[in-house]
């Protein structure tokens, strides 16, 4: 027993001195010390020997483990260190060459613009609210006074997932949801994305930005819907702007009407951006009709409101001088870097 103890010392320490790389000193450890290593065989048929023999035959198997166990050790150390130094060698690193300098990303025009205006209407009292942009059609159209078959959906075609669930084609369905939950007053914008089956060209795209906004309480006025949505074009695009009102229809609104701007590139006197008007469309807007707020359980004896509402893309590009909103979505850094 001891003669083959100390073979396998022997021929264990020659292997590993022969190894190479770590794959083979693995397979050189499992041979000796795995769980049918032969190490472990004549462990476990210590059970055959002499009480005599057991103890100092036990001694010498643990002083071999330990043996082999130290060149395991040693090679592994070799191994590693001449593997570091062949790296080295061969991955060579030319300091001289000029390193890669990280492109630093710049915001979207539209989430500047969005932000800008949000904090126009936060200084004005006004909360920022949210909603689902899969709706149902009953808060898209229904609760806004356009029940099915109303020629108002058509200007609003939109993709229908099934007959009663859509995606939003504006924000007001926001709208909808904070008058059921919160009792009046209210006082808040409902900025997101909407979609719309429309054709991609200059000035239309099936997916863009809207703001909405809704004020409700005791004893407003249309006066109050004016002097909001100035304030707020001043705010936007200087103390010198300024507003008119056109009479307009809209389904969930009465009165109605379109709010437009003096022209921000000429100041009024007529260029290409206004066509020579001097006036640029800039919203929707009215008093929130009767039945709207029957639909939302406010009662519109004791109860009136306003709303409005503006596609966001469309400031952004009266703000930045873009003709095409294309431009927005394409992701060239060449065009986006300017702002």
Request: hydrophobic content about 35%.
């Amino acid at each position: 027993m001891r003669e083959k103890l100390e073979k396998i010392k022997e021929v264990a320490l020659k292997d590993l001195k022969a190894a190479a790389n770590g794959p083979e000193l693995e397979a050189i450890r499992v041979r000796y010390l795995g769980k049918k290593g032969e190490l472990t065989s004549i462990l476990r048929g210590m059970g055959g020997l002499s009480e005599e023999e057991r103890p100092s035959i036990g001694k010498l198997v643990n002083e071999v483990r330990e043996s082999v166990e130290g060149f395991i050790t040693k090679a592994t150390e070799k191994i590693k260190r001449n593997e570091k130094e062949s790296n080295l060698k061969s991955e060579k690193i030319d300091i001289s060459m000029p390193g890669k300098s990280q492109i630093k990303g710049k915001r979207h025009p539209i989430d500047l613009t969005q932000d800008l205006i949000k904090d126009i209407f936060i200084s004005m009292g006004f909360t920022i609210e949210e909603g689902p942009e899969i709706e149902l059609d009953y808060y898209n159209f229904e609760a806004l006074n356009i029940p099915k078959n109303h020629p108002a959906r058509g200007e609003q075609d939109t993709f229908y997932i099934n007959e009663n669930i859509v995606l939003r084609t504006q924000t007001s369905p926001v709208q909808i949801r904070t008058m059921e939950k919160q009792k009046p007053p209210i006082k808040m914008i409902s900025p997101g994305k909407v979609y719309r089956s429309d054709a991609v060209d200059a000035t239309h795209s099936p997916i863009f930005y809207q703001i909405e906004g809704l004020v409700i309480d005791k004893g407003v006025t249309f006066s109050d819907l004016k002097g909001t949505l100035e304030m707020f074009s001043k705010k936007l695009y200087g103390d010198n702007v300024k507003t008119k009102f056109r009479p307009h229809h809209f389904p969930f609104t009465e009165p109605s009407a379109e709010m437009d701007a003096s022209c921000f590139a000429c100041g009024g006197t007529g260029c290409k951006v206004c066509k020579g008007s001097g006036w640029i469309e800039l919203l929707g807007c009215g008093m929130v009709h009767p039945q709207v707020l029957r639909n939302c359980g406010i009662d519109p004896e004791v109860y009136s409101g306003f709303a409005f509402g503006f596609g966001l893309d469309r400031m952004v590009m009266m703000k930045y001088g873009i003709d095409d909103i294309r431009l927005l979505y394409e992701s060239d850094m060449r065009f986006l870097n300017q702002f």
